[in-house]
């Protein structure tokens, strides 16, 4: 299969289980299946069993996990806590997609995904397309074992896009920067002692593909991803420069000595993985961009 996605370029799909492996990540039913009451009251109950990076390899869906049946029933929560499980166990920057339903999600080869069903006629035919919030700290504020999830992060730990699926899929989610989406809205989800939150919400206001320049306060990073060296260039002379686990951790910084608009980071020691690039120029301005390290 991994030779057809990734040599051949076939098209690989399918159905409920079929579908449910498609990501990364995966909730594998090896101790059976799993409520979202259950799954949210104690995020490592025994049914709650996720593979990863085992078995398919997707570029586009890395880091992804998936649900189906998405109301009926409700598996939003048990889905929110999976991609708890992936950012606490394997470290993460989780993502999910999930449908209703009769609704189908076909990503064609520009990465754009466009959603197919029966709405209007069948208001409850959508999809979602769900990603943690970008804004550190991110990770669940509790998340352990015999213990309810807590994962509110100011009430948008979670940043969803729902996309109506029509006949001729007309609606899409572009998957090359999980920003870009037609015909959708989006919703804040947050997990409170268990208990799964919905709210109307915006679109993030950061994400790993579109980082590389934060015009407003004029910095800019090359490349992103990177391997190695970290080009950064600021409007302004750079005061401090450190970067951030995905978690909030510090594992770098530096006060520079001599002060101009362009500093070099090498990030070739650092794990592969999201992080957070942040600096302070002259004058005390902070501004922030998320990197990738392949």
Not at 50 to 73: A, K, W
Not at 222 to 227: D, V
Not at 257 to 279: C, D, H, P, Q, V
Request: with cysteine.
């Amino acid at each position: 299969i991994n030779y057809l996605i990734n040599d051949k370029k076939a098209v690989v799909g399918g159905t409920s289980a079929g579908m449910a492996i498609q990501g990364q990540a995966y909730f594998d039913a090896a101790n059976g299946s799993v409520t979202s009451a259950a799954a949210l009251a104690n995020p490592y109950n025994s049914q709650v069993s996720i593979g990863y990076n085992d078995f398919l390899n997707t570029p586009i869906l890395e880091n992804v996990i998936t649900d189906t049946h998405y109301n009926s029933p409700d598996r939003k929560g048990r889905h929110v806590t999976f991609m708890a499980r992936m950012m606490q166990d394997f470290g993460l920057n989780a993502k999910g997609i999930a449908c209703n339903e009769y609704v189908s999600v076909c990503i064609d080869t520009n990465n754009i995904a466009r959603v197919y069903g029966e709405y209007p006629a069948y208001p409850d035919e959508i999809a979602f397309f769900i990603q943690v919030n970008c804004v550190l700290p991110n990770t669940p504020e509790q998340c352990s074992t015999g213990v309810a999830l807590n994962w509110q992060r100011n009430n948008e730990a979670l940043k969803v896009y729902k996309v109506p699926g029509t006949i001729t899929g007309d609606y899409t989610f572009d998957l090359n920067d999980w920003l870009s989406g037609t015909g959708g809205t989006w919703e804040n989800w947050f997990v409170n002692n268990g208990v799964l939150n919905i709210n109307a919400g915006l679109a993030p206001n950061c994400n790993p593909t579109k980082s590389n320049t934060n015009e407003r306060l004029g910095l800019s990073v090359f490349p992103n991803p990177t391997t190695n060296n970290l080009e950064i260039s600021s409007n302004k002379e750079i005061k401090t420069v450190e970067l951030f686990q995905i978690d909030g951790k510090l594992i770098y910084s530096e006060l520079l000595s001599l002060r101009n608009k362009f500093y070099i980071l090498n990030m070739a020691a650092f794990e592969s993985g999201i992080y957070m690039l942040s600096t302070m120029d002259i004058n005390n301005v902070k501004n922030q961009v998320k990197i990738v390290k392949q």
